[in-house]
């Protein structure tokens, strides 16, 4: 490793990359807090200053207007100004949703506002279509959504302020604690903004106007520059940040959401606010708001109402720039009652979304309602991924794609870190490790398994290097400024400004001796003028037309360029290298890891871009889009791979992310550590971001620092092959091997029995992604989506901070303990018709119950009432697995003797299935000892039939009152006699269940899922 990074770095860089590689934990000193920020640190004064309940920016009723976009739009006036300076745009979705948005009317500079379509889908969702009801002090809007819940927003006009009502209930108030700030754009070093009233005041420090004009201890540092870390930040336009606050209403035992942080699911009320500024953080500590590699400030609240019920609402900010977000309750400690939280932003607008829900299944809906749909996965992409930094050779590719086949483990995809390229130049081969990576590449695809590249958006600054040259030339990279000092041209010298330093001593009268005609004309001597003021000297300003250049920053290949991505030029050509007679060694097997993309510079302030760089297309400073930098670069590469194939299922991995990066990328958590902490933190990271949109996501299996014990490493794959959509493991460079092989045969063993489990379940995790494609649902999700009923889903801290949700199916808790340390597991199994273990089908009636722990298993349930399509045949990768028929997995709830579920197939590979029929999608349903298919959508077309089962050979039937003696299958009128069923009876974990059975038929014929509903199978 340390001769790699003498090639690459200058001795200073080395030195830095150095004393990073010995660290043990996270070096806070490079990254800041919100006491260290200006904008944060104004922003806490702002809030406790002493005239906080005045009303300073008010609605005017009286300038509503209708917005070409839908809407409605209000002027903002404050207080303290002559003209209403803001425009608030209000939308309601149909839904269920209440969105806000406010920003300057004719600022001196444009306002940062992200673009239609990158965030928020184009078209917008469908509006509410109402028209409010202008009341006295507020205007109320009220629509019944989609899903039959009646939404009431009263905005008020002051101070401004949204109150949010669901079905009678009182979920949310914006700007209840009268926190808002908005600072406008002002003139150079100017203390207020422009405004027929301001500018004419005598004493403008004494204005309260916002967080960066007020007479209560205002803190100036940091308005204009501001130093941190050695570097100096521009601010060529001044203050213009953001807040606002919200608060939750009623009982609130808990919120969830805020990913990507190392936290608690039930986010904890941290003394220092959760930050979002996407960064590269070497080995993050758990259990800390610190920012990490994505932002998606998204909070979900429960709010308990009375008689046992409770609803669920979602507040979304969406801002790219720097934002903190702060929790508060009325008394610190007590997690009941209402929750608050206020909210931050260095620059952008406001823009906030309220999600009225009331159910978590809505509240997902809505917000993918407003950011659009993610994209179906291919089936591989849901199996085993094997990655390491790094895979040094072809040879070495070849010998772990042998060794997985020797020990009969399945995998899917071997994946290259940033070694296999030719110094780091992206879209290259190290030719002397990698002399005919066509080869290597076909050959991996020969069996029927992927190939994934990492390509990082730093380019190397290399003239012999095209992708550089090409960027360069066309003028997309981002730029440095370079600003010089010039004289204001606004600014005039004062009429009574006095420039004379000297004046006659008026003390001072002629000598009575003195003679005009011998001593000349007398006159006083002079004396310091009191009212003297100095030279007058215009303001020194910026120049607004700074000199531009290319800027470089410090990153694995050295000096290297970054690509403005906001630009569509800029995302058009990084696509079309992707292309397969232009990236040459790959084929349409390959696809694409996109890491480092925060970006990270490693000699920049908190190791990214500065943000006074600005990005050409719009001259828009870099702080406004930081957190929006990593999704621009993975959109661009997912729209690269749709162009590459079309009609293809493009993968991309990303570790930098925003609101809508689902639509284009997987997520893994980063750079974590082989720790049973970061084993346990996982579960709520995970949880955290498919509340946020992010279904397909997971940790490093292992961990990416440091190298696990065997036991930890079992733990670890018995977990992820349960709750992680993405499935991959990955190491540091100076890391022992560990790929599953490697280890004594015992661990071996148990891991491949773990993978051997995912690969049996993928037709249950590929149906739950159609089910998250189409409704928005999250794959694996907190208990509370699916018993929001249930209290203990809320704060039980083994239900909440150890146990998720695959599906509405499967719960699953997870160990993060030694066996040393931990014999046993508490878990808590929620209000249901009952639960069935995985490993052998003991039921267990809802409640906690005590799980003994061994190596081989983890403690998993099927929710009692469930049908579970699986596959019983395992083979060396999920292509190979097309043609085998399924298993059905039947968990009858026990008073009723039924149970219902569903199958989706697909050709798991293309877009066909855009086309609203090449699919099949089959709900089941088993009643009064009969299973068949109760609805059946689309069809197969004749050559994915040919190509992909859509079959049944086997049932297994959990719950049975009796042994089954029999079973027979009706298919179109035609009546077969089955084998009979093998039975046995089920152990019953606690309470006083009668006895229960399971019984398995082979089912021959096998049952064609593709006939429609024309069949039956019946148990005697």
């Not at 009182?170 to 009233?197: G, I, S």
Request: glycine share 6%.
């Amino acid at each position: 490793m340390l001769e790699a990074l003498r090639k690459c770095f200058t001795t200073v860089a080395l030195l830095a990359a150095l004393s990073a590689s010995v660290a043990e934990a996270v070096d806070r000193s490079k990254f800041r807090t919100c006491a260290q920020g200006s904008f944060c640190r104004r922003y806490k004064t702002w809030i406790a200053r002493p005239e906080r309940e005045k009303a300073l920016w008010s609605v005017l009723p009286e300038t509503r207007s209708a917005l070409p976009e839908g809407g409605f739009g209000y002027k903002v006036k404050h207080i303290n100004e002559a003209e209403p300076h803001l425009l608030l745009k209000v939308n309601t979705y149909a839904s269920g949703m209440v969105r806000l948005r406010l920003n300057e009317i004719d600022p001196l500079h444009k306002r940062h506002e992200i673009p239609e379509g990158d965030v928020v889908t184009q078209p917008p969702p469908a509006s509410a279509q109402v028209t409010p009801s202008e009341q006295t002090g507020k205007s109320v809007f009220e629509f019944v959504s989609n899903a039959g819940a009646k939404v009431e927003a009263s905005l008020l006009h002051s101070p401004l302020s949204l109150e949010v009502v669901v079905d009678g209930v009182l979920v949310q108030k914006v700007n209840a604690r009268n926190l808002l700030n908005f600072e406008r754009y002002r003139k150079p070093k100017a203390v207020l903004p422009p405004d027929a009233k301001s500018t004419g005041e005598a004493e403008p420090s004494k204005v309260l106007l916002d967080a960066a004009a007020h007479p209560h201890e205002l803190d100036t540092n940091g308005l204009w520059e501001e130093p941190f870390g050695g570097h100096t930040d521009q601010k060529p336009r001044g203050p213009a940040s953001l807040g606002m606050d919200v608060s939750f209403l009623g009982d609130v035992p808990s919120l969830f959401g805020l990913p990507e942080h190392a936290t608690k699911a039930s986010l904890p009320f941290y003394e220092e606010p959760y930050r979002f500024f996407n960064l590269d953080v070497f080995e993050y500590e758990i259990d800390e708001p610190m920012a990490l590699y994505g932002a998606i400030p998204l909070i979900w609240a429960i709010h308990r109402v009375p008689g046992g019920k409770s609803l669920t609402s979602g507040f979304l900010w969406i801002n790219p720039s720097e934002t903190f977000v702060k929790l508060e309750r009325d008394t610190a400690g007590v997690n009941k009652g209402p929750a608050h939280a206020w909210w931050t932003s260095e620059s952008g607008v406001i823009d906030l979304v309220v999600l009225a829900g009331p159910h978590p299944k809505q509240v997902s809906g809505q917000f993918h309602d407003l950011t659009g749909n993610a994209p179906m996965p291919g089936l591989w992409a849901l199996g085993k991924h094997q990655c390491r930094w790094n895979y040094m050779s072809q040879k070495d590719v070849a010998t772990v794609d042998a060794s997985y086949d020797k020990y009969d483990i399945p995998y899917d995809t071997v994946w290259l870190d940033i070694e296999h390229t030719d110094g780091k130049a992206y879209f290259s081969w190290n030719s002397a490790a990698f002399p005919d990576p066509k080869q290597m590449v076909d050959s991996i695809s020969a069996k029927r398994r992927h190939f994934v590249n990492v390509v990082d958006p730093h380019i190397k600054k290399d003239d012999k290097f095209h992708v550089y040259t090409d960027v360069r030339d066309k003028g997309l990279f981002v730029k440095k400024v370079t600003y010089k000092q010039i004289d204001d041209p606004t600014d005039t010298k004062p009429g009574d400004w006095v420039e004379d330093e000297k004046i006659p001593d008026s003390s001072v009268t002629q000598p009575e001796e003195w003679n005009a005609e011998e001593d000349g004309a007398w006159t006083p001597p002079q004396i310091d003028n009191p009212a003297y003021k100095g030279v007058w000297k215009p303001r020194q300003i910026n120049d607004p037309t700074p000199e531009l250049s290319d800027f470089e920053g410090w990153c694995w290949p050295g000096t290297s360029g970054y690509p403005d991505f906001t630009d569509p030029k800029m995302r058009e050509y990084w696509g079309s290298q992707f292309a397969l007679d232009k990236y040459k060694g790959t084929n349409s097997d390959l696809y694409i890891w996109n890491d480092m993309n925060e970006p990270s510079v490693f000699n920049g302030p908190e190791v990214t871009m500065p943000r006074d760089a600005v990005h050409p297309h719009g001259m828009v400073e870099h702080r406004d889009v930081h957190n929006m930098y990593g999704y621009y670069v993975h959109r661009a590469t997912f729209e690269g791979l749709q162009k590459r194939v079309p009609g293809d299922r493009p993968f991309v991995l990303t570790r930098s992310f925003f609101i809508g990066s689902h639509k284009y990328s997987a997520i893994w958590t980063g750079d974590n550590y082989a720790q049973w902490s970061h084993l346990k933190a996982s579960i709520a990271m995970v949880g955290a971001l498919t509340l946020g949109g992010q279904s397909l996501v997971g940790a490093d299996v292992g961990g990416f620092f440091k190298h696990p014990d065997t036991e930890m490493t079992v733990r670890w794959y018995q977990l992820a092959v349960l709750m992680y959509p993405f499935l991959r493991n990955h190491a540091h460079l100076e890391t022992p091997r560990r790929e599953p092989y490697v280890f004594d045969e015992p661990t071996m063993l148990r891991i491949k029995a773990s993978l051997q489990l995912r690969y049996k379940m993928l037709p249950l995790w590929y149906t739950l992604f159609q089910s998250y494609h189409k409704n928005g649902e999250p794959v694996v999700r907190p208990l509370f989506f699916d018993f929001p009923e249930d209290s203990q889903t809320h704060d039980n801290e083994e239900a909440v901070e150890s146990q998720l949700m695959l599906g509405e199916v499967l719960l699953v808790h997870g160990v993060a303990k030694p066996l040393s340390e931990q014999t046993e597991a508490k878990v808590y199994l929620p209000t249901a018709p009952g639960w069935y273990s995985l490993e052998v089908g003991t039921f267990f009636p809802p409640g906690s119950h005590v799980h003994k722990l061994d190596l081989d298993s983890i403690p998993a349930y099927y929710k009692a009432g469930s049908v579970v399509p699986l596959k019983s045949r395992v083979r060396r990768s999920s292509s190979c697995m097309w043609l085998d028929p399924f298993t059905l997995n039947i968990y009858l709830d026990p008073a009723t003797g039924t149970a219902k579920g569903r199958v989706y197939i697909d050709d798991y590979k293309t877009q066909a299935h855009q086309d609203g029929s090449s699919f099949l999608d089959v709900d089941f349903e088993f009643k009064d000892g009969v299973l068949r298919a109760s609805e059946t959508r689309g069809k197969l077309p004749e050559a994915t039939a040919a190509a992909v089962s859509a079959e049944i050979e086997r049932v297994e039937i959990f719950g049975l009152k009796a042994p089954a003696q029999g079973a027979k299958l009706l298919v179109n009128g035609e009546t077969t006699e089955l084998p009979i069923p093998v039975t046995r009876p089920l152990t019953i974990g606690a309470g006083n269940s009668a006895p229960l059975h399971s019984a398995v038929i082979k089912v021959k014929p096998w049952i064609n899922l593709s006939t429609g509903s024309g069949w039956s199978l019946s148990i005697q």
